[in-house]
């Protein structure tokens, strides 16, 4: 994920920057591995997954003898699980789906935080995040379970018979 994200701030700087000075380069390029980069990032991203688990409450599986605790501290591991409790009509290509745009999601939110950090114009805009996070937070439903047809086609739903 890190890489995704070097690889984004690196090429727009490189195609975007060309002449510009090396500071000025070097401030809008991130590098994950530096510490004070990575510190942004980590919480950029950790921000960003906040939201697709806020998204997805209702399918995240939990312990009810976890004990629940938060920690200050920076997660420097660029790998988030989920662990889904999903209904039957949600296949293994919906979940791996639902993981490519969760990492797409942060990704490139991660690199929207960045850009209006060191003052650029975002490659991304708000609306086109909310999109994708939306994405994801419908990827995961399965299909409705009420199926009725569609009126006047149709009998009226209170003359329709479900199965």
């Known amino acids: 994920m890190d890489h995704d994200i070097d690889a984004g701030t690196f090429k727009r700087t490189d195609a975007a920057l ?6 000025q380069q070097n401030a809008v390029a991130s590098d994950a591995a530096e510490d004070l980069d990575g510190s ?15 998204r997805l409450k209702y399918a995240l599986k939990r312990d009810p003898n976890e004990v629940l605790v938060y920690k200050n501290v ?24 639902a993981g490519t745009r969760i990492h797409e999601y942060i990704v490139r939110g991660t690199l929207y935080d960045w850009y209006l950090g060191a003052g650029l114009q975002p490659t991304d ?5 909310q999109a994708l996070e939306d994405a994801v937070a419908a990827s995961l439903r399965g299909r409705s379970w009420g199926h009725r047809p569609m009126q006047p086609f149709g009998p009226a739903f209170w003359e329709y018979d479900k199965p």
Do not use: K
């Not at 060309?18 to 500071?23: I, K, Q, V």
């Not at 942004?40 to 806020?54: F, G, M, N, S, T």
């Open 74 to 97: 920076l997660n420097l591991d660029p790998a988030y699980i989920y662990e889904l409790v999903v209904s039957d009509d949600v296949t293994e290509a919906d979940v791996e789906s």
């Open 40 to 54: 942004l990032i980590a919480r950029y991203r950790d921000r960003r997954d906040a939201r697709v688990r806020e």
């Open 125 to 129: 805009t708000p609306e086109s995040l």
């Open 18 to 23: 060309d002449g510009n000075s090396d500071r």
